[in-house]
């Protein structure tokens, strides 16, 4: 393990890159064994607007170990990102998550879905025509997909991920700069993608009602995103305060504790009629880069 500080000076300790120990070895075999017998789950978590409107929902992963018990996501897919297993874990999530969407579709819930996906994955060739391909199979429009993406995509080969993401916006898929603000991203970057929504990143936001900064952070990042013609969702909101404090720096949507947390998809079936109604997406018009 080596010790990292986070942006509050606190010592949080991440697992080293090394890929040979056992113990991440171990995990990786159960991984793949979890991933063939079906029993990695996708929990949901709605986004949704001040006025209530239910923008959409956010697919997480959830895995339990048989001897370990729950294994937090960001621990296995740093694993699955490093061993190559990271395109059979997005083909799992995807299917998942279609199959889910098609459902609820015809039950008359017509909400769109986020799946979160790794810049790999992006970068993986053809990764644009499997996703359209995987759209048709399951029926399910382009515009109820969402894809998550992060500002690490840019890293590696920017030119490429930006054909990849065109590519997939040719094909009507929506998509959103998750955790804003903690990669590396300029502004002409971010300018460039063709993403439809700016997510910013909680370590921003769970400070918002008591630490000056942070809120000025989130106001320049709102009012930055929204002359892109981006809509914002907050994570991580936890406390009316901190949603008051959203709403009146013109934040479009939030996802977080005080609304709901990610839910097995039975209990969001239910959430969502308790809701009464089909929930709409919330649209921002984005001006024509220059
Ligand atoms: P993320 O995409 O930024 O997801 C938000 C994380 O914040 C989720 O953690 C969610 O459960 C948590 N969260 C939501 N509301 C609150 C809140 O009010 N307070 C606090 N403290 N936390 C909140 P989770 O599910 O542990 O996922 C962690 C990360 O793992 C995700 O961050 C995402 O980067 C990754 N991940 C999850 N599922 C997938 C997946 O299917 N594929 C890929 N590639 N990555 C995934
Ligand atoms: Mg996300
Ligand atoms: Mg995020
Ligand atoms: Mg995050």
């Not at 949080?12 to 789950?41: Q, S």
């Amino acid at each position: 393990y080596e010790a990292k500080r986070d942006r509050t000076g606190v010592e949080v300790y991440e697992a080293t890159r090394d890929e040979n120990t056992p113990d991440r070895l171990g995990l990786l075999a159960d991984l793949r064994r979890a991933l063939d017998a079906g029993e990695v789950e996708l929990h949901y978590q709605p986004k949704v607007g001040f006025d209530g409107v239910v923008a959409g929902l956010e697919a997480l992963v959830r895995w339990v170990h048989p001897e370990r018990g729950r294994v937090p996501p960001d621990e296995f897919i740093a694993i699955a990102e490093t061993s190559g297993l990271m395109p059979r874990l997005t083909e799992y999530v995807l299917e998942t998550a279609l199959a889910q969407v098609s459902r609820w579709r015809s039950d008359g819930l017509t909400v769109p879905v986020a799946v979160n996906v790794s810049p790999r994955d992006v970068h993986a060739p053809g990764f644009a025509g499997a996703v359209a391909g995987r759209l048709a199979r399951h029926g399910v429009p382009a515009g109820a997909l969402q894809l998550e993406i992060t500002e690490h995509v840019l890293l590696e080969d920017p030119h490429r991920a930006a054909d990849t993401l065109a590519a997939l916006a040719g094909h009507g898929v929506k998509m959103s700069l998750d955790d804003f603000g903690t990669g590396y991203s300029s502004l002409v970057h971010l300018r460039r993608l063709p993403v439809s929504e700016l997510k910013i990143d909680r370590s921003f936001v769970a400070r918002l009602a008591v630490d000056a900064e942070d809120a000025e952070i989130v106001r320049c990042t709102v009012d930055l995103a929204h002359s892109l013609g981006l809509l914002v969702v907050a994570e991580g909101v936890e406390d009316d305060e901190t949603w008051e404090r959203l709403r009146d720096l013109g934040c479009d949507a939030v996802q977080g504790w005080l609304v709901a947390a990610a839910m097995p998809p039975d209990e969001t079936t239910a959430w969502l009629r308790a809701r009464d109604g089909v929930p709409h997406s919330l649209e921002r018009a984005r001006p024509r880069p220059q």
